[in-house]
């Protein structure tokens, strides 16, 4: 069982910034699918950005431009770097990774979710 564990959410104005960072229990061999995923207020979970590789990125269009996926695979961690939020960003964001452990064998796990607040 891979453990994803999620930091980073808080309160934040209008305009301002974050960084969500999703950590691995274990050490990642291989990433198939990393991706952030945000549930706001009243509505379903919604894909915020899926990354399926290096230089590829499907973003939301309402956080294209002020959103980027990243990850340092030194430290099995990925990243969403949020800039210019909006309150409409506000949510629970939830990380998940689809990859490979150092023997081959193939996990898909869900961070436990961070919640994001944003106020104008």
């Known amino acids: 069982q891979v453990q994803l564990v999620e930091s980073g959410g808080g309160l934040v104005q209008t305009g301002g910034s974050l960084r969500l960072s999703c950590a691995a229990s274990?050490?990642?061999?291989?990433?198939?699918?990393m991706g952030w995923y945000r549930r706001a207020p009243g509505k379903q979970r919604e894909p915020v950005v899926i990354s399926t590789g290096v230089g590829s990125a499907d973003y939301a269009d309402s956080v294209k431009g002020r959103f980027t996926i990243s990850r340092d695979s030194a430290k099995n961690t990925v990243f969403l770097i949020m800039n210019s939020l909006k309150p409409e960003d506000t949510g629970i964001y939830y990380c998940?990774?689809?990859?490979?452990?150092?023997?081959?064998?193939?996990?898909?796990?869900w961070g436990q979710g961070t919640q994001v607040t944003v106020v104008s």
């Open positions: 998940n990774i689809q990859g490979r452990n150092l023997s081959g064998i193939s996990f898909n796990s």
């Open positions: 274990i050490t990642i061999a291989s990433i198939n699918v």
